[in-house]
């Protein structure tokens, strides 16, 4: 059975840092692309980065470039998101997802965690 | 910047048949923006339905189903059912790793 469970989230003053962690299990993790979708209250998703199987490819939301990273650790199964200058409008739930190979060179999130909130008050 | 569009909402009697649509703010919407869509209900995760226009997800409903309708990706529900009532989101690939979401559809099921 696929898992996936973020931590690390809670209260940021703006200006800020906070990592995000996801443990995921139930795959292959090490040759599954992973990605970080958020959802502001009451809100829709956006895609905030895309990391593949091997760390070799990287993708990250011009919203978020230079300020956020996306990184895993294949030999513990983990996924991380590190935050740093958070804004007001980074408060959203951050899930992590589990991606697709949907075609060449192309994972779409495919299986989701439950999320966690991060809150930075504006 | 492209901008996906979406229903804000709609709504569908017991048993009956809806189409929404995800479309582009410039543009057509094509198979080579690989439309996916997903399901979320209050308070928990998104689901995803469909994949590639037209593909379900292992252990989706054959009431759904995806399409290319004009210039637009679809999602049509058949013989809608109350848990049914969702948001749905599609998301289009734009290239380089980037998948971009449309605003979502409120489903009421009324």
């Known amino acids: 059975e696929v898992q996936l469970l973020e931590s690390g989230g809670g209260l940021v003053q703006p200006g800020g840092s906070l990592r995000l962690s996801c443990a995921a299990s139930?795959?292959?993790?090490?040759?599954?692309?992973m990605t970080w979708v958020r959802q502001a209250p009451g809100k829709g998703l956006e895609c905030v980065a895309t990391?593949?199987?091997?760390?070799?490819?990287?993708f990250h939301a011009d919203s978020v470039k230079g300020r956020f990273t996306i990184s895993r650790d294949n030999s513990r199964n983990m996924l991380y998101l590190q935050m740093n200058n958070l804004r007001g409008e980074d408060t959203a739930i951050y899930y992590c997802?589990?991606?697709?190979?949907?075609?060449?060179?192309?994972?779409?999130?495919?299986?989701w965690g439950q999320g966690i909130l991060v809150t930075v008050p504006s | 910047q492209t901008v996906v569009t979406q229903e804000p909402s709609f709504s569908v009697s017991p048993g009956g048949t809806v189409t929404l649509t995800c479309g582009l703010s410039?543009?057509?919407?094509?198979?080579?923006?690989?439309p996916t869509w997903y399901q979320q209900t209050p308070g928990q995760a998104p689901r995803t339905l469909i994949y590639?226009?037209?593909t379900r997800s292992s252990g989706v409903p054959d009431r759904f189903s995806g399409s290319i309708l004009g210039n637009k990706a679809a999602l049509t529900i058949t013989g809608a059912q109350a848990d049914d009532e969702s948001d749905y989101y599609c998301?289009?690939?734009?290239?380089?790793?980037?998948?971009?979401f449309g605003g979502g559809t409120k489903l009421t099921v009324l």
């Open positions: 990391v593949s199987g091997g760390s070799s490819f990287t």
């Open positions: 410039s543009g057509s919407v094509s198979t080579s923006y690989y």
């Open positions: 997802a589990k991606d697709f190979r949907i075609a060449a060179g192309i994972y779409s999130p495919d299986f």
């Open positions: 139930g795959f292959t993790f090490s040759s599954t692309a």
């Open positions: 590639t226009t037209n």
């Open positions: 998301v289009l690939y734009m290239g380089s790793g980037n998948w971009v």
